[in-house]
């Protein structure tokens, strides 16, 4: 009797490890025994929302019809600092191949020993990628461009606004949003308006505080939902802080209720790499994604998609759509943000913006 | 216990079955067990490891952009517990705690009240509806307050149309709109937590009472009030500490200007990735749970007799 109870509980207790073993406590990465150059699958991790219908739309359905063997897996973040934290997560073990996310995290994972470096030959089309786009010690090279905008209400503003003084304008007090950091727009917007007050951000932020400050008390959200543009464009706000890219592609959603400018003072680059995940399961089949994503073909598709600047010199874009990506010939007032200052600051900043700037 | 079992045996049939007893129940206790190890295990996994490995983080080194220096510090500790800010991201989080609690019980208790002593055919039904807000997704719940408290929302457009107001008024990314978007979405718990504690109110008493002269005031305050107290404190209780743990409704509603505990985590973790330090003022929040719980548990048996 004993013997057959304690056959039982065994039993029991062997059936229940087991079961919570095969439901998931496993892990660990497998090796892509099926990856090569024109077969097996990519694991991508980028952008959601908008940003991910329209790359898969522009981008990874051309390439499944060009690769057909290729199956590409996309898992959205939110951020690029989300995007690094996934894939600090999987250092030990990868289960990602590409990353295309924010220069200034890139640059982080690059430090971290994320990245692999890459080279023309695995990604040929490297090659079209001018210099100043490409990373010096040979990591993913910027893959698209954008810059911060101002985005106004098209009624309220017949002509666009041409400084980002029009923030501190007591007319639209209560009718601002604005993104605090440590989102990137915030972060921006710090830096624009210390070079608005003279002052170098490197050496110290005290003028632009003081600025922002007076910002505060008119901005109605510091975290505005569903997101920056819908606010302007339901006309909870009629001007924010957003990116051009998604500014011009809402804008057009929106039938021109919402427009985006880029101020006189200038405005800071908002830069995506496109990055091999060191050690990627599916290695081979990732630089070839690489590849078609810095071809003249993919990059003008996504610019008229979603009206991101190419980063190569032979994408050739329709004159409609190359004047509503940012500039990248010089031609617009751009305020250099130092990546590994910005490593080192991003977290100061933040602060200062819950301590000081960010009113009840 | 086993004298109450043997009653009426003689004593060598007692020795006897109280054997066979002992033996039932060592079998069924091996077997209650041998049932109990999934759940134990899957609560082991998916939370003891995962606590442990939060509590052994919070005494990691965080660096900036995620870097995580394995050591064993007091720093991520020191840091919240000597910084003022962190004092009032405490301190705010649960005057939002304690503000929700009672304005939920508030408004939930006259419901509460109805429906423990409707006798009507449809209570079931009435019952449903009070929790059917449960069915919806909290997030969008606090969409729905959004569009209401809006600049340009329902209450606003109204109060404008109507001529009482010229400009709209703040009702939301502020700690008001918070407030009224988590008394709504904590109503259902609020509701359920009393009517579950209401076991001791009986109508006869109310009765008694009555027949005895007392003011229906009277009978509310002497009867009905005492006799609802632990329910209203389960309720008050329960609503207070998903109030300090919630992280949805103060991010969306409260537009960056409402800075709490569960915000700060969120920050902290995938804004700043610095994991050891989120982990700390989580274990901070863990800690401040545990003492509060402790102290109204006590409360309660003390009320409750």
């Not at chain 1, 009624?155 to 209560?174: H, I, Q």
């Not at chain 1, 002052?199 to 007076?214: H, M, S």
């Not at chain 2, 442990?52 to 870097?67: E, H, I, L, T």
């Not at chain 2, 103060?250 to 804004?271: H, M």
């Given at each position: ?44 991790i ?9 790359y ?7 390439f ?98 041409d ?12 009718k ?35 600025r ?97 600047a ?41 602060d200062?913006?819950?301590r ?5 | ?57 919070s ?12 050591t ?37 208790y ?6 423990a ?33 809006g ?19 703040k009702?939301t ?23 579950s ?50 992280f949805?409704?103060p ?23 610095n ?28 009320i409750?007799?």
């Amino acid at each position: 009797m004993k013997v057959t109870n304690k056959g039982k509980f065994a039993a029991l207790a062997a059936i229940s490890v087991s079961a919570l073993v095969l439901t998931g406590c496993g892990g660990g990465s497998t090796p892509a025994a099926n990856d090569s150059p024109d077969s097996g699958e990519v694991n991508l991790i980028a952008y959601s929302g908008v940003w991910q219908d329209q790359y898969t739309a522009a981008v990874i359905e051309p390439f499944k019809a060009k690769y057909p063997n290729i199956k590409i897996n996309f898992s959205s973040k939110r951020s690029s600092a989300e995007m690094l934290s996934a894939l600090q997560g999987q250092k030990n073990s990868p289960a990602t191949d590409v990353a295309i996310m924010d220069n200034s995290v890139s640059t982080t994972g690059n430090k971290q020993g994320l990245f692999e470096k890459v080279d023309a030959a695995g990604v040929p089309n490297l090659a079209n990628v001018p210099d100043d786009f490409k990373n010096k010690d040979g990591f993913g090279p910027v893959v698209m461009l954008d810059a911060v905008g101002l985005l106004y209400d098209t009624a309220a503003f017949p002509k666009a606004p041409d400084s980002w003084d029009v923030l501190w304008d007591p007319a639209y007090a209560g009718k601002i949003n604005v993104n605090a950091p440590p989102s990137l727009l915030g972060l921006s917007l710090t830096a624009i308006t210390s070079k608005m007050e003279g002052e170098d951000y490197t050496q110290g932020i005290d003028k632009a505080v003081a600025r922002l400050k007076e910002l505060a008390p008119a901005v109605q959200t510091f975290a505005p939902n569903p997101d920056e543009y819908q606010n302007v464009i339901t006309g909870q706000t009629v001007l924010g802080l957003g990116q051009n890219a998604r500014g011009q592609f809402y804008s057009d959603q929106s039938n021109k209720k919402m427009g985006v400018t880029f101020p006189k003072e200038g405005t800071v680059y908002q830069i995506n790499t496109v990055n091999l995940v060191k050690d990627a399961p599916h290695a081979a089949a990732a630089k070839t994604f690489i590849d078609y994503s810095l071809s003249a073909e993919a990059q003008t598709a996504f610019a008229k998609a979603l009206f991101y600047a190419p980063s190569v010199n032979n994408a050739d874009l329709p004159a409609d759509v190359k004047d509503r990506v940012v500039p990248t010939d010089g031609s617009l007032n751009i305020i250099p943000l130092d990546v590994d200052f910005l490593s080192s600051a991003r977290d100061k900043w933040t602060d200062t913006w819950k301590r000081e700037i960010i009113t009840k | 216990m086993t004298l109450l079992k043997t009653r009426g045996r003689s004593p060598l049939q007692a020795a006897g079955s109280g054997e066979l007893e002992k033996a039932t129940e060592k079998r069924n206790r091996r077997t209650y067990l041998a049932l109990l190890i999934p759940g134990l295990l899957g609560l082991l996994v998916s939370f003891v490891f995962p606590l442990a490995y939060m509590v052994r983080m919070s005494f990691n080194k965080g660096a900036p952009d995620g870097v995580i220096e394995e050591t064993f510090t007091f720093d991520t500790y020191l840091q919240p517990l000597t910084d003022p800010y962190y004092w009032k991201v405490t301190l705010d989080t649960f005057q939002m705690g304690v503000t929700v609690g009672l304005l939920c019980v508030l408004v939930s208790y006259p419901v509460a009240l109805f429906l423990a002593r409707s006798q009507s055919k449809y209570r079931g039904l009435l019952l449903a509806i009070a929790i059917a807000p449960l069915l919806t997704s909290a997030v969008v719940r606090t969409y729905g307050w959004m569009v209401i408290l809006g600049t340009n929302g329902l209450i606003n457009s109204s109060l404008t149309g109507m001529g009482l107001i010229d400009t709209p008024l703040k009702l939301t990314n502020n700690i008001t709109g918070v407030t009224i978007g988590l008394v709504e979405i904590f109503m259902p718990y609020a509701i359920l937590a009393m009517i579950s504690g209401f076991g001791r109110l009986s109508p006869q008493l109310e009765e008694a009472a009555g027949s005895l002269g007392a003011s229906k005031a009277k009978i509310f305050a002497r009867v009905t009030l005492p006799l609802s107290l632990p329910g209203i404190l389960t309720a008050f209780l329960l609503v207070f500490v998903l109030s300090i743990s919630t992280f949805i409704t103060p991010r969306l509603l409260g537009g960056g200007s409402v800075q709490v505990l569960a915000t700060e985590i969120y920050d902290q973790t995938t804004g700043l990735l610095n994991w050891p330090f989120a982990a700390a003022l989580s274990v901070i929040l863990l800690v401040l749970f545990g003492l509060i719980i402790a102290v109204y548990q006590r409360l309660t048996r003390k009320i409750g007799g």
